[in-house]
Structures are given as C-alpha cells and as structure tokens.
C-alpha cells in the first residue's frame, strides 16, 4: 500500500519568510515523489520531481529516504506562492499516483 | 494547444440523470487517468488506462463507466447520478516510465442538485 501524509492543511507565512511544506510517504518499493501546485481556479500543475531535482520558481525538494520524507522548501515566499500544494507518490512500473491531502499555502503582504 | 482537454468545464443536472464528461490529450502519452476531487480538496484516483486498457480500477460505484476509444481519449460515464457524486473531475495522462508526473485538465466542476 502507498500512502502520502501532509500534516499542515493550513500553512501561513509572511512574504519574505522562508516556507517548508512537509509531506511523508509510506511505500514498500522504490517511490517516485512529485510535488504539484494548483492556484485559485485553475488546474493541478506539476511543480517538482525528486529524480530531477530542479529547482522550480524557487521551490526544491529532497528525498530523504530515511525519514521517508519530502519536503517542499523555498527560502523566500512571494505572494504568488500562494496555492494549494500536494504531494504525490507514484508506485512502481508506473502505476497510480497517491496524493496526499494538499496544504493551502497564504503568503501574507 | 491545450495539451489535456476535457469538456464540459461545468456541469449541472437533477439527480438521476445519465452524463458524460469527455477528456482527450494530444501529448501522445500511453496512460490516462480519472480523479476526483471533492468539497475537502481532496484527490482521489477513479481510473487508469493504458493504450486502451483499463488497468487501475479503484473502489468506484458500477454507475461509473470510463470508456477508451483510442489512447488519446478517455472518457467517464456516470449513471443515475447521486447528490455525493458532486465534484471536480479530473483528466491526467503521462508517459510510461519512471520520472514522469500527470499532466491535467482544467476540471469538470459537477454539481448534482
């Protein structure tokens, strides 16, 4: 079974200020992690990959294997940031994709 | 171009009734995907097809029906509807292969009064 954990529904931050959106992950096999942004009314876009890792409007994310973790970092939030922000674990052999419960993200003026 | 398209962006209609959301992409991807998301935001997946064939098929009432004609489309058909089945539908594809994330639709925003 996979499973995506986002613990903070509600994360608030003031521009400027540095933002982390945490997300772990259950999964027996060798996971694929993606982050994916969806702004006000418009459609779920695919923001970061871990097998990449890029670094995307200012956004990284790392796989800690260990902590089973994937966190979505960004030193300096803009107002821009402002969405909501899932998580993803994609199984093995491309299968289905898990998405976590999404984090509201609010950057403040 | 729209790279995944799906129609109608809105759709309203009585409880019981029969509709029909269609969903096609023109980025030559293999597998295609239904999910819903409901009031809470949150994302579930309905289906998976890959080049025709369904292969993910997720605890899902027998009222809804995807139907592939080609890799290209996916459409979902969903019978009787309930008023629990108001939702935002949406379309995905992806390569095959390890790395690849889903590109979407817009959403199919249905709400069943």
């Known amino acids: 079974a996979q499973r995506v954990t986002q613990p903070e529904k509600l994360l608030s931050v003031f521009k400027g200020a540095p933002v982390e959106l945490k997300c772990n992950y259950s999964y027996s096999g060798s996971p694929e992690l993606f982050w994916y942004v969806q702004y006000s009314r418009q459609r779920l876009q695919l923001l970061l990959r871990?097998?990449s890792r890029e670094s995307i409007k200012g956004f990284t994310a790392d796989l800690n294997k260990g902590e089973t973790s994937f966190h979505l970092k960004k030193p300096f939030a803009q107002e821009e940031d402002s969405a909501m922000y899932y998580c993803a674990l994609r199984g093995a052999g491309a299968g289905k994709s898990t998405f976590g419960d999404g984090t509201t993200l609010t950057v403040k003026p | 171009d729209t790279a995944v398209s799906q129609t109608p962006k809105y759709l309203v209609t009585q409880m019981g009734n029969d509709k029909s959301i269609k969903c096609e992409q023109n980025l030559g991807h293999d597998t295609m995907y239904w999910y819903k998301q409901d009031s809470k935001k949150f994302l579930k997946i309905m289906f998976s097809?890959?080049?025709?064939?369904?292969?993910i098929n997720e605890t899902v009432p027998n009222r809804f029906s995807p139907k592939s004609p080609d890799k290209a489309h996916l459409n979902l058909h969903i019978n009787s509807l309930e008023l629990g089945d108001s939702a935002v539908y949406f379309c995905?594809?992806?390569?095959?292969?390890?790395?690849?994330?889903?590109?979407f639709g817009s959403g199919t925003r249905l709400t069943v009064v």
């Open positions: 871990h097998i």
């Open positions: 097809y890959n080049n025709k064939e369904l292969i």
């Open positions: 995905a594809s992806s390569q095959q292969g390890s790395g690849y994330g889903y590109t």
